[in-house]
C-alpha cells in the first residue's frame, strides 16, 4: 500500500500537475511560516482539477503575474484560473516542486491558429 501524507495545501505532482487548472475561490489571507517567522505568505483557498478545495501559497512570481492580469486587489481574482507550473527549485536549502500558477490569457491573447487539413 502507498502511504501519501493528507494536507489542506495543495501539492505539486498528487493534486496537480504541469498544464493543470486551478480556480482561485476567496481573496487570500497572509500567514506566518514557522521556517521563517518574521515573514508571511500570502495564502489562497483554490479548487484543484478534482473538484477539491485546498490551500496553496502564492508565490511573488505568481502574485505579480495576477497583478498585472487583475490588478493588486485580491478580491478580484475570485473565481479566476491559473495554470500550474512546477519547477524544481532550492527552498530552504533543499530541492523541491515549486508550483507557479499563470493566470488565464484573456481570449484576445490566446494565439488562434488553423489546424491544417489532411487530406
Not at 5 to 13: D, E, L, M, S
Not at 66 to 88: L, M, N, P, R
Request: without cysteine; glycine residues 6%; proline residues 6%.
Amino acid at each position: 500500500m502507498k502511504i501519501q501524507i493528507k494536507t489542506n495545501f495543495v501539492q505539486a505532482g498528487i493534486d496537480v500537475i504541469d498544464g493543470d487548472w486551478i480556480t482561485i475561490l476567496n481573496e487570500g489571507v497572509y500567514r506566518k511560516i514557522p521556517q521563517q517567522p518574521d515573514r508571511e505568505v500570502l495564502t489562497f483557498q483554490v479548487e484543484i482539477p478534482s473538484g477539491e478545495k485546498k490551500l496553496l501559497s502564492m508565490n511573488t512570481t505568481s502574485q505579480k503575474e495576477f497583478i498585472q492580469a487583475y490588478g493588486d486587489e485580491s478580491k478580484v481574482w475570485i473565481g479566476q484560473k491559473g495554470q500550474v507550473e512546477i519547477v524544481k527549485q532550492m527552498v530552504f536549502t533543499k530541492m523541491k516542486e515549486v508550483i507557479y500558477i499563470h493566470p488565464q490569457k484573456s481570449p484576445e491573447e490566446v494565439p488562434t491558429e488553423e489546424i491544417p487539413i489532411v487530406e
